[in-house]
């Protein structure tokens, strides 16, 4: 057990990624610390755990120590990768003369007369390994196995190349197959799918060039997150899936329940869930003797941590039960959502753009050939439009100064313009694609009627410290406030939006024991992925869509 235990921490131990410098931030400003970049790890994987040097032999297994069972775990070993090989500005040229063993999927196998070129990628990059086997090569006899999709082990040495879409490729000596695959009902083929058609084999769309070029962006732009936040002195706060409050206050939620028993055949009869005397649903017979549900938003429960340690952020899994079959919805989404204590909607603001640029920087510099992918098939000038964000200042202006901007235009929009209703979408885009010319833009100081309870109350009465971040493409991609710090007026709005106390007594305490000025915002992280790849359908920026009437894989 103990063994395992121990393996299990060094197959979570991080992997050491080079770190970008700041950008700088002019209009609004967020300090940035910064730590020396970490040594890359060292090492290859043991021969069958993961691509490795092929001529480099395992190392022994340290001695069990005397008079104990067994033997001691083997060195964790850093796999050496397609990316490693071709990823550097010589596109592998110093590796030619190297001997090298990978592992990964075959994309395409074309067979001529003498020679046959194998593509493999193992995902670590958009880039494949091309392989080229003769009759001499050894395993040859199993290359009618050697179909797509399959996985195979290749062993070989590397050579300059003499085609003309990759600088080196493999000089196979050996080649294994691991996992057949059928070629005939494989779904995914060398000609291009729809995305449509590849939402419904979600389990294998990420063998595909673009989905895998999605992979590895979102996961560049969660390790950015952290090291953001982290950078920054934030303490990441793991906040609760299931909840017993609403934080929108919009009643769009999942209950969490085991009154309906799965054990019956077909399920609970209605005849056999608890009831009230007055017909309703008896909760106290209910798993936690109460309405439960799936949260909406991790930020209340980041409140409370950010009262005791300042600057915290979560960063998990969120859930809404909305009837919408939008390209811009899902029912579950992740969501990332700081909190500073002793701060106002200025220090919020700042935060939100200086994290914005940080993370837009870092996938522009550490995700360069999947990001030219993305501009050259996906949106022609998103590498030019990421780097407006990076590059240009953002600004802000007021609710009511947007709402005079956009009657000013006299466009026709598809829903109207009035002071006191809600931006959509298209009023945000004109905003910051044609009023404001590409430009980043922060509108604040919202109605407080069309805002959530917990938001601070400004002076004039009227509108709350709220704010929304908009970018172009996109619209809303952040928004946020300076959350309400004062007792009397937290209670006040709680009883204009009809919202039990009771539900919220640990919220409010808050303000009873040494509340302080604090500020926050939410970014859904789904929509930063398709803000940063100019993917259309939120669908397609997380692994594995959860949308009305489909809860597949």
């Known amino acids: 057990m103990a063994a395992a235990a121990a393996a299990r921490l060094l197959r979570l131990a ?128 199993q290359i009618d196995s050697v179909t797509i999709g399959a996985s195979v082990l290749v062993e070989g040495v590397v050579a300059s190349s003499q085609g003309s879409k990759q600088k080196v490729e493999l000089k196979v000596s050996k080649i294994t197959v691991i996992g057949k695959s059928d070629p005939t009902s494989f779904p995914i083929q060398k000609k291009r799918a729809s995305r449509e058609f590849l939402r419904t084999v979600a389990h294998l769309r990420p063998r595909t060039n673009t989905f895998g070029a999605v992979a590895r962006v ?37 209950y969490v329940t085991t009154l309906l028993s799965n054990s019956a055949e077909g399920g609970s009869l209605l005849k056999d869930i608890p009831a009230t005397k007055d017909g309703r649903v008896d909760w106290s017979q209910d798993f936690f003797c109460k309405p439960a549900f799936l949260t909406v938003s991790g930020q209340l429960n980041g409140e409370t941590y950010a009262s005791a340690l300042s600057d915290i952020y979560t960063f998990g899994p969120t859930f809404r039960a909305e009837n919408s ?105 004109y905003i910051t694609e044609v009023a404001l010319g590409g430009r980043p833009v922060i509108i604040r100081d919202y109605p407080k009627e069309i805002k959530a309870f917990y938001m601070r109350e400004n002076d004039d009465g009227k509108t709350v410290a709220a704010m929304d971040l908009l970018v172009p493409r996109v619209g809303e991609l952040i928004g946020g406030s300076q959350r309400e710090e004062r007792l009397d007026y937290l209670e006040a709005r709680l009883d204009e939006q009809n919202l039990n106390k009771e539900s919220y007594w640990w919220y409010l305490d808050l303000r009873r024991y040494g509340s302080v000025p604090h500020a926050g915002f939410g970014l859904g992280f789904e929509r930063l992925v398709q803000f940063a790849t100019g993917i259309d359908n939120i669908r397609d920026a997380i692994p594995f869509p959860r949308v009305p009437g489909s809860a597949e894989f």
Not at 226 to 243: A, E, L, M, Y
Not at 417 to 427: C, I, N, P, Y
Request: glycine share 6%.
């Open 218 to 254: 979102r996961n560049a732009l969660a390790y950015a997150t952290h090291k953001f936040f982290q950078d920054n002195g934030f303490v990441w706060v793991s906040s609760p899936i299931i909840t017993a409050s609403d934080c929108e206050g919009a009643g769009e939620q999942f």
């Open 325 to 429: 079959n939008t390209a811009r919805h899902l029912a579950e989404f992740w969501m990332i959502e700081p909190e500073l204590a002793f701060a106002d909607l200025n220090d919020d603001m700042a935060c939100a753009t200086a994290y914005l640029q940080y993370v837009v920087k870092y996938i522009l510099e550490n995700c360069k050939e999947d990001m030219d992918f993305f501009n050259t098939w996906v949106e022609k000038g998103i590498i030019d439009r990421l780097n407006d964000v990076v590059e240009k200042n953002f600004i802000h202006l007021s609710y009511t100064d947007a709402v005079e901007l956009l009657l000013g235009s006299k466009k026709e929009f598809e829903f109207p313009v009035k002071w006191g209703l809600d931006l959509q979408s298209e009023h945000e885009r």
């Open 14 to 141: 991080p992997r050491r990624l080079q770190v970008p410098k700041a950008s700088p931030i002019a209009a609004l400003s967020f300090p940035l610390q910064r730590t020396a970049p970490l040594a890359a790890a060292s090492g290859r994987r043991q021969r069958f755990c993961a691509a490795a040097h092929a001529s480099t032999p395992a190392p022994a297994p340290a001695a069990a120590a005397t008079g104990a069972a067994g033997e001691a775990v083997g060195e964790f070993r850093k796999r050496l990768r397609v990316a490693d090989v071709k990823g550097g500005e010589d596109e592998g040229a110093a590796w030619v003369g190297k001997e090298l063993a990978v592992r990964g999927w075959v994309r395409t196998c074309r067979a001529q007369r003498t020679v046959t070129f194998v593509e493999v990628n193992d995902g670590s990059c958009l880039s494949n390994m091309q392989c080229v086997l003769t009759p001499d090569t050894e395993g040859y006899d």
